[in-house]
Structures are given as C-alpha cells and as structure tokens.
C-alpha cells in the first residue's frame, strides 16, 4: 500500500487529500518511482480546480514533477534501472499518471537522470521550468543583446527565464506587482526590474530600452495585461504567451500588432517536449549550464507531504519566489 495525493471533487486546496491505495505495479513502457521530493507547478492548482488544459475523472491523482529512485519497472523498458536515481519530464497526461505520494507512477521515457550534485528537491524543479523557459532559445530565439520582457518573473519559470537570458547574453526585464519581490529578482539576475502597479509600467520599459522595445515578451498572464505588454515590444518583436493566470478575458492587441507587425505566440511546454529533437536539444542545453552553473533551480519553500493542502495554500497565496516543493 501507498499513500498519494487525490482529490474526490473539484474546487480549492481543501479538495486534496492522502487516500492509501494498493502499490500501482507498472505496465509495458512504465516504471514506478519511490518518490523523494515533488515539485510544485501552477498548472496542478488548475487541474484541481478543474481548469486545465484536461480534465480529471474523479477521484483523481496529480502531478507534474517528482525526484526519487526507480523502484520497479514495466516489460520491455529499457534505459532504466532498479535503483537509478531520475527526475520526470512533464511529457505525460495527469489525467493517467501522477507525481504526488509516496509513489509514482510514470511512462519511462518521462523519467530522466538528474545532476548528482543536485538536491531531490533540486531534482524536482528542473524540468518544467527550465524546459518551457528554453522555448524562448528554441522558438525566439533569444540571443546575446536582446531585451527580454518576463512578466511574473518571480515564478520558477520566471526566475529560469532570467537565469536563462544571462546565460546567453541577453538583457532581462523583470516585472512584478510585489514591491517585496524586486530585491530578490535583482538578486536572482533580473537587469531591471519593473513594478505593474505603476499605469506607465510600459513607459518604463521603453525607457529602459532607449525608446525601442523589447525583443522577446515572455507573458503567462494575458488578460488586459496583454495590451500592456504589447506596448513595449519592438517592431516585429514577439510575444511568447504561456499560460493563462488572469481569469479575465484576453483583447488581442490589434492596434499594437498591426502597427508593429508584431509575433503573438502562443506557447507550451508541449511544443518542447512531445518533440523528441526539440526535447533532446532543450536537456542538453539545461544539462550543459546546470554543470556550468549558469542555472541552477531556486527553492522558494519545502512542505511534509501531510501538508500538501497548505503547499497549495501558499502556491495561490503568489508569495512566493522560486519553487515550492514537497518532501516525501
């Protein structure tokens, strides 16, 4: 028997429970994780919510992303073995696998080696940060010089996308409405940091680029924001849409669009990852400046899985700065 996180109906953290259950024995193309630490992720909180891209068939588990040691594995799978210490790559549907408890059941080809010299709880914060940051490598493709707009940049995914244009070169412009949060986006890379509670938060940034605009938008906000955004992008600059945390209804910026011949991107994860050239480029590329130290995961704050409704709590409390992960 093994504890893991479900939920019997929809709605806020309160939903989330520790059901015990019979061990899940993998099948062909799986393996079961002992799992050791679970990142947390934005999309979890949507799928409990029942907002997400899928919807879940009650009662359902969760889980993007876990760190722990291959415990089992399905016939026929190869490349891994009993004992191997693996993160996993958010490749799969929650709706069938799942990262949070004590165990996780996960296709084997989501499973990848993590850097030895890396935390579980590092482990775990990998890659879904880093891999949808690296779209803006892949698909900008960002480049030495470029100013680089992220919005909501305090976020895993914001603070990968910082790390991720020094590495290369670029100029990040971080964006936050928590006055409390520039000293550590400064700290954490951030060239510039900008307040949105300020109405000529875009008047700002175009100072900042010397009255041309930024190169790459990175927004996962949308919303009226959207129109904002777009104010401070270059002439046939792009915006990099990734998700979708406003509840309120996105106007496209027409006006900005036209005038400027401006790129509106929609993006995922799943544009990396359901490529296998694009997901072994994106790796190599976090394997190679993870060893660099040119990136490396910040952990905004750790859980006991028993609290996993408080994990949750916090994650929508947005105070957060970095990953929130949960220790197994």
């Known amino acids: 028997m093994a504890k893991i996180v479900r939920f019997h109906r929809t709605g806020g953290p309160d939903v989330l429970q520790l059901d015990e259950v019979p061990t899940p024995k993998p099948q062909a193309g799986e393996a079961l994780l002992k799992v050791e630490a679970i990142g947390l992720n934005r999309a979890e909180v949507m799928f409990r919510q029942g907002e997400y891209l899928e919807q879940p068939e009650l009662p359902s588990s969760l889980g993007y992303e876990a760190a722990g040691v291959v415990e089992a594995v399905g016939p026929d799978v190869r490349g891994l073995q009993v004992g191997d210490r693996v993160s996993s790559i958010p490749s799969f549907s929650m709706g069938k696998y799942f990262t949070y408890g004590e165990v996780a059941l996960l296709p084997a080809f989501a499973l990848a080696k993590y850097p030895p010299d890396l935390t579980p709880a590092e482990g775990a914060s990998i890659w879904m940060q880093y891999l949808t940051a690296y779209g803006l490598i892949e698909f900008g493709p960002m480049q030495a010089g470029n100013y680089v707009l992220i919005t909501a940049a305090a976020s895993s995914v914001g603070l990968a996308a910082i790390q991720m244009a020094n590495a290369v070169g670029a100029i990040p412009i971080a964006t936050t409405r928590n006055t409390t949060k520039e000293p550590a986006l400064q700290d954490a890379g951030a060239a510039f940091v900008v307040n949105t509670k300020n109405d000529k938060w875009p008047k700002r940034v175009r100072e900042i680029t010397s009255g041309k605009g930024v190169d790459l938008a990175f927004d996962p906000i949308v919303g009226p924001e959207l129109e904002r955004v777009a104010e401070t992008v270059r002439t046939e600059g ?49 394997y190679d400046h993870l060893a660099a130290k040119k990136i490396h995961p910040i952990i905004a704050r750790t859980f006991p899985l028993a609290d996993i409704v408080d994990a949750h709590r916090f994650m929508e409390s947005n105070e957060q700065i970095g990953k929130i992960v949960v220790t197994v």
């Open 238 to 286: 792009t915006i990099f849409v990734y998700g979708r945390l406003s509840s309120e209804p996105t106007p496209f910026p027409l006006f900005a669009a036209m005038s400027r011949n401006l790129l509106i991107r929609a993006y995922t994860l799943f544009s990396i990852v359901t490529n296998p050239e694009r997901l072994q480029r994106g790796q190599q590329w976090i």
